[in-house]
Structure formats: structure tokens, C-alpha cells
């Protein structure tokens, strides 16, 4: 304290001539001198084997001479210059475009190039001092944050202030948080600067961004690990001058590595000298994801890429993937592009696809325009295959850029879908049309002596077991994605089903001999449908539908009114509107009584799958019946009516 004092007393007050005083003073400065200059050893030395009792003896002396504000700053600074100097020569092209030992004489004024064949020895040397740059960044971090934590620890024997509040009670903030800024804005303008006057820095930063991001992410962890290793060993430290201290102490608050404060984010001050890199890297990525794509879709082509020519696409995904992987939000920002390329393929391909009338044919073999098309969707397919085979080989892919590329492959999936909808909708109507034939043939016949129908199956189930059977050959067997296929052709069985069992259930009069053809006829449509599927029994509830109704053929309408496969398996609508079929003539059903054609009638109940529509127009027919009875004053209904009331009302409550 005695210098401290001894400053306080002379300043301001002329002293000179008096030659006591004179050499007193003299010895003093000089004393002052030594003590400061011992200190500033210790302070250095104590620092930078991270001792940190070394450094709070250093840091109470200068708090002893009035200096400790001023000291630390240029402690500090002292930092920042030689780091912005370590920038400056790790990026200095000079030094790294000079071949090993021998400096090469340029003329006056040339700049400073890597000679054509030196390019690699040149970005050997570039990622070797930039790994060295991140040492002297993160060494001179850790330097700083040890001082700050003494700081905030030490406090004066005598007044007991910690010596962190002198640092910081002008309003300043505290030393890490000034170190830190300082580093992280001199690494963005010494960056710029470089990479503004040499082309090959740019292009070394830019075509190798991910490296530069893989050294970046190093330090911040090296950083944050260190923090919590410091953090540690202060609370554990045995060091007694400071030990009593620390048991007083609350535990402090963690320094800005640790923790991100609302408004000053440290990682992202650091990362902010790349943005420019990075947005080079993704432009020139986007530009390699595309080249193959728009290479392989030349104006005015007619077909989709080869097998090598898609391997090719798949491959550059793959690798600016894999290269991307060092970093999650770059990862991100990579499957973007990636998801923009799958959308281009999917444009591209759309172009090729033929939209004529001879695209849905299916009358005579595959045309040229199907060809091309079933080509187009079996190119989707392999895109669509290898792309989710690359995702999902990513080991450590964030789950956004995994949603981010799935949701483009949807739009494949998608877009394979409504390539095949033209074909998928003729098979559909044609199989519809043949279906509704069966009108046209005669179900009234009786048994004949033998107890067996006549015919194995009628006509009609015939024509559709021959044009299912040459669809599948003629035109899906070319899909080379047979899952994708099967979806879409049993939803085309499935809607077979449906709408056999509707047209069945119309058939009036259906005699005893008709029932055994019909029935044979059930047996025989999963015969029919059978190629559309992986297997028949895969169809679910139309399946079920199928297996359940053909008994019902030959049941009393007592018996089917309490089968327990109604309203579970089979709708109800469907049980009431073959009920009909036992009923005399007057009582018309709903199509007969509204004069409708079968096939308007067919159209309607397409038009209202709901059960309530199809019961309302039963109830009308049914309502229509009775009222013509009264109206010709008959004495009874038909002994089929009072079970299909009875159904209907059952049908209705359930539905409530």
C-alpha cells in the first residue's frame, strides 16, 4: 500500500529542489518500477502455466499500486494485437505460396499466385496454419478466462472488494466478453481482406468451406470443454490463500462459452466471419447437384436417364451429403439443395410424360407414348429408391434436412402416381363396363336335372378374366416398382369387388339355376382379380364382402336378416337392395321405381357412399310399395316386406 500512498501525497504538489525528498522520490519510482515489472513477470508466468495463486499474488499488487483497471486492459489487449497478428500471418499469401526454404524472386509488383502445379502444396500449407491459428485462438482463450476467473474469485484482505468489480464498475463489461468480441471481429475483417486481395484463398475458403466450418466447430467445443474443466478445477483447486475465499463466494456464473445470452450469441459471433464462404459453398453446391440433371435432360429429349446417367445424379447427392455432414445446419442447408435437385428431376420428368388418348389405351399393345411413360415412372422409382437409401446410410442426419428430403420424395411418389392415373382410370372404366354385361344375361333359369349350372361361370366373368389377365401382361408387368404397382391395381381389385357385389345383388329375377351360376360366379371373380394383387386375401374388407355374401345366395330371408356378417362386413344397403330380388314385381326396386337405368342407378350410389343417402331411397321404394297396395286395396304385403322393415329399422338405429 506504502507506494500507492506515497504516489497519493506527491502528486500535485512541486517537491523539486528539496534533495531528501528528491532521492526518496527517485528510489521510490524506482522501487515501483521493480515491484511492477515483478509482478507483470509473475502475472505472465502465472497465467500462462494457469497457477492461479501465481496470478492473484500479481493481481493484489497491482490492486495495491491503483493499477490493476489499466493492467488488465493491456494485458488483454495485448491478446488481441498478437492474435490479429497470428491471423494476419496464417493468412499471409506470401508466405504460403513460397516454395519450402528457398523464397522465390518475383519481379516488382507481382502478385503473389500458387504456380498451376503448386496449387496442392499451397492448400497443404493454408489448413495446416489455420489448424495452428485455432491453437493460438484457443490458448489465448483460455489464458483470458483464466484470468477472469481469478478475478472474480480474489478479493483485497484489507477492504474485501473483489477485484472483478473494479474491472467493471465504469460500465464495462467484463474481460472475456471484450477479448471475445475484439477476436471474433478481427477474424471477419482480416478474412475479408485476405480472401478480397487473393482469389486463391477465396477459392480455397469457398471450394473447401466444410473444412474451414470442421476447424471452426473444433475450437467452440475445445472452448466450451475447457470452461467446464476450468470451472472444475477452481472449485476443487486446494490452493488455501483462495480457498477460504471460494467457500464464501456463491458459485459464480458460468463465462459466455457456456451459456448463450439473449442478445449475444458467442458461437454465432464467432461463425459470422464464414457466412460469405458458406453461401458460395451451397451456391456452387446447388450448381453441382444440378449439372448432372440438366446434362441428362437435353432440351428436346424424348427419353429419361440411363441407368449409369441416374447412378451419376445419386452420387453427387450422396457425396455433397457425406461432405456436409461435419456441421448439423449445414447438413440442413445441403438437403435443401438436395430437395430442390429431386424437384427439378421430378420437373424434368414430368415433360417427358405423354398426355395423348393413346397414353390410356387399352385396347391394343403398349403404344410408344405408354412405353415412354411406364420408362418415366420406372426412372421416378429408382430416384426415388437410391435418394432413401442415402438418407438413411447418414449416420448422424438432423431429423429437419431428414424431413426436408423426404417431403420432395413424396412429390416423386406422388408425381409416379398421377403418371400412371390415365391407365389406371381405363383399365378401371373398362372393367367396370364388362361388370355391368352381366345384366344382359338370364338368371331366371330353374335347376336343371343334374343339380349343377350349366356353365362353369357366365360370359361376362369370362371377358374380365381374359382383360384382367392381358392388362397386367400387356401393361403393368414393365413397372419395375411392383409395390408402387400393387397399391394402385388392388385398389382397382378391391373397387372390382365392390361394385360385383352391387351389380349381384340388382339381378332380377334370380331364379334356382341362376343362384348356382352367380354363386359360381363369386367363386370365380377371385379368380379374376387375383393378378391385380400380392394376394386375394390382402384385400381386407372387400375380400371378406366377397366371402361372406356368396352363402348368403341360398339362404331363407329370415336367415340373412339375423346373419351376422350384416352392418359388420356387409352394409346393410346392400342385404335390403337383394331382398328385392324375392319380392313380386310391385314392389320395385329403387332404381325401377325412380326409372332409372342400372347404370344411372350404379352412378348414384357411387355419387352417395353415405349409408343414410342409399336407406333414405330404400325407405322411398319401399313406402311406394305399401301405398300402391293400399291404392289397389289389397288385403296383404309381400311376406319378404314386414323382414326388410324390419332390417331397414334395425340399419337406421345403428347408424344413429
Known amino acids: 500500500m506504502r507506494n ?36 507483470k513477470r509473475l502475472l505472465e508466468q502465472g497465467v ?30 495485448g491478446y488481441c494485437t498478437v492474435l490479429e497478428e497470428n491471423i494476419k500471418n496464417a493468412l499471409d499469401i506470401k508466405v504460403l505460396t513460397q516454395p519450402s526454404q528457398t523464397v522465390a524472386r518475383g519481379g516488382p509488383g507481382r502478385a503473389a499466385m500458387p504456380t498451376p502445379g503448386n496449387t496442392a502444396a499451397f492448400r497443404a500449407a493454408l489448413w495446416t496454419n489455420m489448424e495452428k491459428l485455432m491453437d493460438q485462438i484457443c490458448a489465448a482463450c483460455g489464458q483470458v478466462q483464466h484470468l477472469q476467473k481469478v478475478l472474480a474469485k480474489k478479493r483485497d484482505p484489507v477492504s474485501h472488494v473483489c477485484f472483478i468489480e473494479e474491472i467493471v464498475k465504469d460500465g464495462q463489461s467484463d474481460i472475456l466478453y471484450k477479448f471475445w468480441t475484439a477476436v471474433t471481429q478481427t477474424l471477419s475483417s482480416q478474412f475479408q481482406s485476405a480472401t478480397d486481395s487473393s482469389m486463391f484463398l477465396k477459392q480455397a475458403f469457398e471450394g473447401e468451406y466444410p473444412k474451414l466450418l470442421r476447424l471452426y466447430n473444433d475450437l467452440w467445443k475445445r472452448l466450451q470443454q475447457y ?37 449475444y450469441d458467442p458461437e454465432k459471433a464467432l461463425k459470422d466471419s464464414l457466412q460469405q464462404y458458406e453461401a458460395a459453398y451451397l451456391s456452387k453446391s446447388l450448381s453441382r447437384l444440378f ?45 435443401k439443395n438436395v430437395a430442390k435437385t429431386i424437384q427439378l428431376f421430378g420437373v424434368k420428368s414430368e415433360q417427358l410424360l405423354s398426355t395423348q388418348g393413346d397414353a390410356s389405351q387399352v385396347i391394343g399393345p403398349l403404344t410408344e407414348g405408354q412405353r415412354r411413360n411406364v420408362a418415366v415412372v420406372n426412372s421416378l422409382y429408382k430416384l426415388h429408391q437410391a435418394v432413401l437409401k442415402v438418407i438413411t446410410s447418414q449416420s448422424s442426419f438432423p431429423a429437419a434436412a431428414e424431413q426436408t428430403v423426404t417431403t420432395a420424395l413424396k412429390a416423386v411418389h406422388d408425381l409416379m402416381g398421377s403418371a400412371v392415373q390415365p391407365l389406371l382410370n381405363s383399365v378401371g372404366d373398362s372393367v367396370e363396363a364388362i361388370i355391368i354385361t352381366m345384366h344382359q344375361e338370364d338368371f331366371s333359369g330353374s335347376l336343371s336335372s343334374s343339380g349343377k349350372p350349366d356353365v362353369p361361370c357366365s360370359l361376362y366373368m369370362k371377358e374380365l378374366q381374359g382383360f384382367i389377365a392381358r392388362v397386367m401382361s400387356d401393361y403393368f408387368r414393365h413397372f419395375e416398382c411392383f409395390d408402387f404397382v400393387f397399391d394402385n391395381t388392388e385398389a382397382m381389385a378391391q373397387r372390382a369387388i365392390e361394385l360385383f357385389i352391387r351389380h349381384a345383388s340388382l339381378i332380377r329375377p334370380l331364379g ?33 364382402q366377397l366371402r361372406s355374401f356368396r352363402p348368403l345366395l341360398f339362404q331363407t330371408s329370415e336367415h340373412i336378416a339375423s346373419s351376422p356378417a350384416l352392418g359388420e362386413v356387409i352394409p346393410f344397403s346392400i342385404i335390403l337392395q337383394f331382398l328385392f330380388t324375392r319380392a313380386p314385381p ?17 352412378q348414384w350410389l357411387d355419387d352417395h357412399p353415405a349409408e343414410k343417402d342409399r336407406l333414405a331411397l330404400i325407405r322411398g321404394a319401399l313406402e311406394a310399395y305399401v301405398q300402391s297396395v293400399r291404392t289397389r286395396e289389397g288385403k296383404e304385403f309381400a311376406p319378404v316386406y314386414p323382414i326388410m322393415v324390419q332390417l331397414l329399422q334395425k340399419a337406421m338405429s345403428a347408424l344413429q
Open 4 to 39: 500507492h500512498r506515497e504516489d497519493y501525497l506527491s502528486q500535485g504538489i512541486d517537491l523539486s529542489g528539496i534533495e531528501v525528498i528528491e532521492n526518496d522520490l527517485l528510489f521510490i519510482a524506482r522501487a515501483r518500477l521493480e515491484v511492477e515489472n515483478q509482478a
Open 48 to 77: 500462462e502455466t494457469q497457477n492461479p495463486t501465481q496470478v492473484g499474488t500479481a493481481l493484489q499488487v497491482f490492486y495495491n499500486l491503483g493499477t490493476l483497471k489499466d493492467t488488465i486492459a493491456n494485458v488483454v489487449d
Open 227 to 263: 470452461s467446464q474443466n476450468i470451472q472444475r478445477n477452481f472449485n476443487t483447486s486446494g490452493t488455501t490463500d483462495l480457498f477460504a475465499e471460494l467457500q464464501q463466494m456463491e458459485e459464480d456464473a458460468q463465462d459466455i462459452f457456456m451459456q448463450k445470452n439473449e442478445d
Open 291 to 335: 449439372d448432372p440433371i440438366n446434362l441428362v435432360f437435353p432440351p428436346g429429349g424424348r427419353n429419361p436417364p440411363s441407368s449409369d446417367e441416374l447412378d451419376s445424379i445419386i452420387k453427387t447427392i450422396a457425396s455433397e451429403l457425406n461432405v456436409a455432414a461435419v456441421d448439423p445446419d449445414l447438413s440442413l442447408a445441403v438437403a
Open 512 to 544: 334356382e339355376g341362376g343362384k348356382m351360376r352367380l354363386a359360381a360366379d363369386f367363386a370365380q371373380m377371385e379368380l379374376a382379380v387375383a393378378p391385380l394383387c400380392r394376394r386375394v386375401s390382402d384385400l381386407g374388407k372387400s375380400y371378406r
Open 586 to 602: 310391385e314392389l320395385k326396386s329403387p332404381f325401377q321405381r325412380a326409372e332409372w337405368s342400372i347404370a344411372r342407378y350404379s
